[in-house]
Structure formats: structure tokens, C-alpha cells
């Protein structure tokens, strides 16, 4: 039988037996050497002194071990089941406690695992039911529109109609999985900003060139206080995606012949860009939900969009180590305020 499958209790008979017989033959040896009778009797009692000693001293080991062995897999149920942390000895200087100090640890480490887990799936499912909400109604209103077309006959001028109508969905589509690709890419690291020391007056210029034919539809009165020669540390490309949309908000939820003002403020440690507008405003409750991803008030479910652009305005802001605040009354218009650090 190999060693390294020998039970405890073998062990100990191997140990026991091996032990007697080395004092056996050393008992012989000096018997044989010396003649002396006393030799073989002192030999004996040493013997039986160490069989009675080396069996107490296994039988403690023996309970030890048990107990052990009880507590390991009670922890290990523990840490099984999930249900509740694994007990830990007050004692730090035995084998058992410093093996359970390091169970307790991993067992808080698959714990905290475990609710990323469950907070990734929770996020998963949010994330698949708000996505379904936003293409279904664009959906059915193609399917409903194709069948029109396949079904009936139209004339050109509901042709033109219908085809422009279908244009504009899959305008909305095409938006929707744009905005989720590049929330996705930022979210996932994909995408990294890279900060470059470049002039905020382009930065501002190219947002800006993005809302004006909406504006001049509107007749929306747009302008513009920006130091041109001032210099900042930010990402270009994406800090003109976050700006456009606070912009392309304002755009929409101001009304006819109103007014939007962009003005740029240098602060001692961040750097200010604005965007007021003279639109319906924001109630003070909904300030924080409306960063939310897909939230859209109530009362502007009319108005185009599928309410991602301030999420994504958020993220882009806050992976350049800034913020984006909102100050709006009921009426009175809305003031977004993005904050780039100036370091």
C-alpha cells in the first residue's frame, strides 16, 4: 500500500509499531552489551511510558482532526448553499482558523461575484425590455404601412406618403441602434476618450453645425459666447456627440420663434459650457431620472426621440472626469451645463 493512501488510523499502528521495535532493539543491544536484567526492564517501562503517551497523543490529534474536518465541511456547506456567511474561530493562531479566515474571504469574494452576476442579468433583461418597447412601435407602424401598400391600391401621391412615413421609422431604428452601439462601446471600454489639449471654440462650432437647419426651421433664435482662443484638455469627437445632444433636446422642446444661448465659462477648476433654452422645462422631481437610459417624460411622448441622448451625454461627461448639472423650471425654460475639468 502506497503512503500517501494510508489512513489515519494505519498511520498510527505503522508509527506505534515502528517506534517498539527500534526500542526493542536498542533494549537488546545494552541488555546484550551490559548483561544486565535491569536493562530489559527499563527498556520496557520506557516503552510502555512512550505506547501509553503516543496513544493519548493520537487520540487528541484523532478528535482534533474530527472536529476539524466537521467544521471544514460545515463551512464548505456553507459556502455551498449560499445562505449564510461561514463561521469563523475566534482563535487566529490554529490551522483551522487561519484555513477558515481564507474560506470566509473567498466565500465573500464568490458572494460579491455572485451580485455583479445578478445585477449584470437584471441589467440584461432591463436593457432587452426597454430595447423591445422602443422597436416595437416603429415595427408595427412598418408592418402596418407594407401591408397598406401589398393590400390596396393607392394613388402616387399616398405612395410618396406611405414611403416617406416608412423612411422615417427606419430613420428611428437606424438613430436607436446607433445611440445603443456607442453607449455600448463606451460602457465596455470599447471606446476609450483621449483627452488632447485642442481649442473648445471647434468643439462647440461642430455641434453647433449640427442643430442649425432644425433651428432655422423653427425659426429658434441661436447664439453663441465662446472665448475663441480658449484651450482645453478633452476629447473632441465625443465631447461634440454630448454637447449635440443637450443641443438637439433643446432644439426640440423649445417652441417656435424661442430662443437657445450657448455660452462657454472658464471656472477655476472646470470649464463651463451652457446650453439655456426658453422651452417647457423640467419639474425638480424629474431631474435625475431624466439621465436615465430610454426615459421620456410623459407629456412629450409626441416629440421625436427614444429618450438616450442625455444618458449618453452623461457617460461621455463623466469618462472625461466631469459632470453634467441641470437647472430648470416648469415653463421658464432649462439650463444643461456640462463640466470638463481643466486638468
Not at 500500500?1 to 526500542?23: D, E, I, P, Y
Not at 425659426?219 to 465631447?239: F, G, M, N, R, Y
Request: proline share 3%; net charge positive; hydrophobic share 40%.
Amino acid at each position: 500500500m502506497k503512503r500517501g493512501f494510508l489512513s489515519s488510523k494505519r498511520l498510527f499502528q505503522c508509527v506505534t509499531a515502528g517506534m517498539l521495535s527500534a526500542m526493542a532493539v536498542i533494549t537488546i543491544s545494552v541488555f546484550l552489551a551490559t548483561k544486565q536484567t535491569a536493562v530489559l526492564a527499563a527498556g520496557g517501562a520506557l516503552s510502555a511510558c512512550a505506547l501509553i503517551c503516543l496513544t493519548v497523543l493520537t487520540q487528541t490529534f484523532g478528535k482534533r482532526l474530527a472536529r476539524f474536518t466537521s467544521d471544514l465541511c460545515q463551512t464548505l456547506d456553507c459556502m455551498i448553499a449560499g445562505n449564510e456567511a461561514p463561521h469563523c474561530p475566534q482563535d487566529g493562531e490554529t490551522q483551522l482558523a487561519r484555513i477558515s479566515h481564507r474560506l470566509t474571504r473567498l466565500y465573500q469574494i464568490m458572494q460579491e461575484n455572485q451580485r455583479k452576476v445578478d445585477e449584470e442579468r437584471q441589467e440584461l433583461q432591463s436593457l432587452v425590455s426597454d430595447i423591445s418597447h422602443q422597436v416595437k412601435t416603429p415595427v408595427s407602424n412598418l408592418k402596418m404601412v407594407t401591408d397598406t401598400l401589398l393590400t390596396y391600391p393607392v394613388s402616387d401621391a399616398e405612395r410618396t406618403d406611405f414611403v416617406r412615413g416608412i423612411r422615417s421609422q427606419t430613420d428611428k431604428l437606424d438613430f436607436l441602434f446607433q445611440a445603443l452601439v456607442k453607449t455600448s462601446r463606451l460602457e465596455t471600454g470599447v471606446i476609450r476618450l483621449e483627452k488632447k489639449a485642442c481649442r473648445l471654440f471647434d468643439t462647440v462650432a461642430q455641434a453647433m453645425s449640427g442643430i442649425v437647419y432644425a433651428a432655422e426651421k423653427k425659426e429658434i433664435a441661436v447664439s453663441v459666447d465662446c472665448p475663441e482662443h480658449l484651450t482645453l484638455s478633452h476629447d473632441s469627437k465625443w465631447t461634440t456627440e454630448a454637447l449635440f445632444n443637450l443641443l438637439d433636446n433643446a432644439v426640440k422642446y423649445t417652441p417656435s420663434r424661442g430662443k437657445i444661448t450657448v455660452s462657454v465659462v472658464p471656472w477655476e477648476m472646470y470649464v463651463e459650457i451652457k446650453v439655456s433654452d426658453t422651452g417647457k422645462g423640467i419639474s425638480e422631481s424629474n431631474h435625475a431620472a431624466i439621465f436615465r437610459r430610454f426615459y421620456r417624460e410623459e407629456e412629450i411622448h409626441e416629440q421625436q426621440g427614444v429618450g438616450i441622448g442625455l444618458y449618453l451625454a452623461r457617460q461621455i461627461v463623466m469618462q472625461q472626469g466631469g459632470y453634467i448639472k441641470v437647472v430648470s423650471v416648469p415653463g421658464q425654460g432649462s439650463d444643461f451645463s456640462i463640466m470638463l475639468p481643466v486638468r
